[in-house]
């Protein structure tokens, strides 16, 4: 029976899994779609991960990185869910605006539609109006022919209110296309009692009820646990959650989120997907660099101790994507690195020696406003005088020009008209396009612009290559008009935007690694493309340590 009705089958349609979350958040949700991704992609296919966010908010833009992490921006200027960046660092393929739909972003669309008059005096309503414009969104990436499979995650847990309308749109697309054209991965929580002894199943049972009353079976379970689960429990939870024996998934605790598709893979995920959906799987899998690349992460050589100087360290999250790059960078010279975060409002020139004093490089943070900056410009202080190898991304890249400006060039309050409006030396300024404009969200700076760097720099050496294009989120900017007095003195921009002249990289050529970037390298490091300044900066920390130590693992203590 063909069952397409509204949605028109396309020759080259994806595809669809949909990934949902049952029992609590914080499953691995993203971490699971991306892993998945990786081994339909080892195997040949063409994926591409979306997410959908129950939120009201627009994008995540606005928020605060307390609220949810960090927001990653993609080449084309969304300001999007952290997830995306796991989807890009696993897959090594861009994401963009289409990639992440927020619930704000679904109605924004409606009301402009009902206030152009576009629905002809119909009463607008959450289904099926609502659901129409998620099924739009959730379809289309998987009809532009680009991809065999589309994997779309929905944020939050199966019974929240809030994610209702995403869940019927997923059962109202199942009735609609073809039994083997779309698939549901329910992710969920096998919680070990310590007292019992014992894990227990009932969460999931009820979550995938829960999940069933609004018309959803699940044809997968990706079972979270810190222990092995035993075939009776397989048996069980196949049985009594109406699913074949094979897609009773475990998702043991690992070390590393780079180890998950291994896992994933010993559990045949891929295999089974690839069944239910009548996909071939005579590709064999290709793995080789994903592999390479987890041996070298599990064996470091050595290690060094990079200081992460930023004012949202008590959340990892609130700095994924730099943390994640360290991985990369660390993994290509073959060390581990050990971030240090350090609070930027606890620090000031009385104890930056007892704070800093034992680390080998330095990196400060992004971020915006004036609470723990003059921390950020104190550490840079430290950083150059002492010739540790620095860098500073966006804010901290700008507080390295203020820094510079108050301390070798004696522009005494010299800052950034962002943190002080009244300053006599506004060496970092607001960029004229953004002065007229009055709202906050999606107005910054955003995504992909050209820079071009100059010969014989630091950035050049670290690029290799003289054009490159890095993705942005900023209000302010170096000052152009103080740029000569800044290069006689030391500093210089040794990368620009070739379009307006925006200075896009300083550097102190006579410290062996002091660089700050207006932009965000941190988005663009893959497992597969580390970022070259954050392997640059690792390896100038590893000389700055001077002759690396072997780590002593525990298992050779052991041997
Ligand atoms: N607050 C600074 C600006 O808007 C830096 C932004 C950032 O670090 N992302 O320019």
Redesign the pocket.
């Known amino acids: 029976m063909n069952r397409y009705k509204f949605v028109k089958p396309f020759k080259n349609m994806a595809k669809y899994i949909f990934v949902t979350g049952g029992v609590t958040s914080s499953l691995g949700k993203g971490i699971f779609a991306a892993s998945l991704a990786k081994l339909l992609q080892a195997r040949g296919y063409r994926v591409t991960i979306q997410k959908f966010d129950p939120y009201i908010n627009v994008d995540p833009g606005t928020l605060n990185p307390y609220e949810h992490g960090e927001c990653y921006v993609t080449e084309d200027g969304a300001e999007t869910d952290l997830d995306l960046g796991h989807y890009e660092r696993f897959l090594n393929t861009p994401t963009s605006q289409a990639n992440n739909v927020t619930t704000g972003r679904v109605y924004q669309t409606v009301i402009t539609k009902e206030r152009e008059g576009a629905y002809l005096g119909k009463t607008v309503q959450v289904i099926p109006h609502i659901t129409d414009e998620i099924k739009r969104r959730m379809l289309l990436l998987g009809q532009t022919g680009e991809f065999d499979i589309v994997i779309t995650e929905i944020g939050g847990t199966v019974g929240d209110i809030e994610a209702l309308p995403y869940i019927e749109t997923l059962r109202q697309i199942r009735w609609e296309l073809e039994e083997h054209d779309t698939l549901v991965c329910h992710l969920t929580l096998i919680p070990y009692l310590k007292s019992a002894k014992e894990l227990k199943t009932k969460p999931t049972q009820h979550s995938v009820k829960e999940l069933q009353t609004i018309g959803v079976r699940p044809d997968i379970l990706v079972c979270r646990t810190e222990m092995e689960i035993t075939d009776d429990m397989r048996k069980k939870l196949a049985l009594f959650c109406n699913v074949d024996r094979d897609c009773v998934i475990q998702a043991l605790d690992v070390n590393s989120i780079y180890a998950v598709p291994l896992e994933m893979q010993k559990e045949k995920a891929d295999l089974t997907v690839l069944r239910k959906l009548h996909l071939s799987a005579d590709k064999p899998i290709d793995l080789t660099k994903w592999n390479e690349f987890l041996d070298k992460v599990s064996n470091p050589k050595g290690e060094v101790r990079i200081g992460l100087i930023g004012k949202y360290i008590e959340l990892q999250d609130a700095y994924k994507s730099i943390h994640e790059a360290f991985i990369h960078g660390g993994a290509s010279n073959n060390v581990k690195v050990i971030v240090e975060s350090v609070h930027s409002e606890h620090l000031d020139a009385s104890n930056a020696h007892e704070m800093l004093g034992n680390l080998h490089g330095l990196l400060v943070a992004?971020?915006?406003g004036n609470r723990g900056i003059e921390g950020k410009i104190e550490a840079i202080k430290y950083a150059r005088e002492n010739k540790i190898p620095f860098f500073g991304i966006?804010?901290g890249m700008?507080c390295a020009v203020i820094e510079f400006a108050r301390n070798v060039l004696g522009m005494k309050g010299a800052h950034s008209t962002?943190m002080n409006p009244n300053t006599p030396h506004p060496v970092i300024d607001m960029m004229e396009a953004q002065k007229k404009i009055k709202n906050k969200g999606g107005t910054?700076r955003l995504g992909a612009y050209r820079c071009d760097l100059k010969k014989d720099t630091l950035a050049l050496r670290l690029y290799g290559q003289e054009h490159i294009s890095e993705r942005h989120?900023?209000?302010?900017e170096f000052n152009n008009t103080y740029l000569e007095q800044f290069e006689n003195a030391g500093m210089i921009a040794s990368g620009k935007n070739p379009d307006n002249g925006l200075v896009e990289i300083v550097e102190i050529p006579a410290n062996p690694f002091f660089i700050g970037v207006q932009y965000h390298p941190e988005l663009k490091s893959t497992v597969d493309n580390p970022h070259p300044l954050f392997v640059g900066l690792v390896k100038a920390a590893i000389e700055f340590k001077g002759v690396l130590k072997p780590v002593v693992t525990k298992e050779k203590v052991e041997a």
């Open positions: 992004p971020g915006f966006c804010l700008q962002e910054m989120r900023h209000r302010f």
